[in-house]
């Protein structure tokens, strides 16, 4: 469970200290479940939806014990997650016609894209895969840098072009040169100016259509990083970036520095997108393939 620490304390230590002495789940007890839920960062939204559906489980048994109110948080909250069915890095769900599977990562600057992406390669080049990294934030000198120092770590390849030249050439030649030297996985990172959306829109877009000149399904996987520790902001570039592009997995990431946790379940719930990967700590290894019936076991132990 490592890095969950600090959600499971706000969330699993408070619900037994206000449990304790309590013996039926009663109009009380869920008013400061929902509190708890509340502040865990789950949501309003999602935490009025646990709330209801515990309240129909009090309908239909009116003795229902604190001592059950675990189980059922436990059983409800998992049904609310989305299925991550990635079971493990080794297939981790790559097409084998795919080659390169093409992974464009977007999020706001200061998420831990970079040091995702350099967690990610890791893991596939761990379990055999030859991959590539695109430095297609041609924005920031800097971005550019730290994916150069992370694919220095890792062991992988870098493609860059000098600052300000055009993302989509940069993701262009990344899965040119990935084919011609067959490379598995090609991961590319892109620049998270949320100040305007048509333009994150256009960008993307672009990107997208440069990409599948090359590799005509790309990008197989759309992964957009957000920063747990953020709560409900987290929420709110969820909001922006499926409106920009499709996104079809997510990253919850400094998971271990954070008691609201509970974001990863109002993210899911809300957006119905699956939480592929968790950020348990700024190393190499601190990257872990999300499996909700852990999550919630974790949280509730
Ligand atoms: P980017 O601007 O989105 O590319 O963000 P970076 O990858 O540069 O990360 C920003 C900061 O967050 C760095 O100091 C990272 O070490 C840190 N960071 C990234 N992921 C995690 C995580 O899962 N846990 C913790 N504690 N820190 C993280």
């Known amino acids: 469970d490592k890095g969950l620490e600090k959600t499971k304390e706000n969330v699993f230590s408070k619900l037994t200290k206000?449990?304790?002495?309590?013996?039926?789940?009663?109009?009380?007890?869920?008013?400061?479940?929902?509190?708890?839920?509340?502040?865990?960062?789950?949501?309003?939204?999602?935490?009025?939806?646990?709330?209801?559906?515990?309240?129909?489980?009090?309908?239909?048994?009116?003795?229902?014990?604190?001592?059950?109110?675990?189980?059922?948080?436990r059983e409800e909250i998992t049904g609310l997650l989305e299925e991550n069915n990635s079971a493990d890095f080794d297939k981790l769900n790559i097409n084998d016609n795919a080659r390169p599977y093409v992974i464009m990562v977007v999020g706001v600057n200061g998420v831990g894209k970079t040091t995702t992406i350099g967690k990610l390669a890791h893991k596939f080049k761990q379990s055999g895969k030859k991959v590539v990294l695109g430095a297609a934030d041609t924005f920031r000198a800097a971005a550019v840098d730290q994916l150069h120092i992370w694919g220095d770590r890792v062991g992988v390849r870098v493609v860059s072009q000098q600052m300000g030249s055009d993302p989509a050439s940069v993701a262009y030649d990344t899965l040119q040169s990935a084919v011609a030297n067959g490379e598995d996985v090609a991961i590319i990172d892109t620049a998270g100016r949320l100040h305007n959306k048509v333009g994150l829109m256009n960008e993307l877009t672009k990107i997208k259509n440069v990409m599948q000149k090359v590799v005509p399904d790309a990008p197989h996987e759309i992964l957009l990083v957000l920063d747990a520790s953020t709560g409900q902001n987290a929420i709110e570039q969820c909001k922006q970036f499926t409106q920009a592009t499709d996104v079809n997995a997510l990253a919850l990431t400094k998971l271990d520095g954070t008691a609201k946790g509970g974001v990863v379940i109002g993210i899911s719930d809300q957006f119905k997108i699956p939480v592929k990967y968790i950020g348990v700590g700024e190393g190499i290894n601190d990257l872990q393939l999300f499996n909700k019936v852990e999550f919630v076991n974790s949280l509730f132990k």
């Open 18 to 73: 206000m449990i304790a002495g309590k013996s039926t789940v009663d109009d009380d007890v869920l008013d400061e479940l929902e509190e708890i839920l509340v502040t865990s960062d789950v949501g309003v939204s999602t935490t009025l939806k646990i709330i209801e559906r515990i309240e129909d489980r009090v309908a239909r048994d009116k003795y229902l014990g604190t001592s059950e109110l675990n189980a059922i948080l």
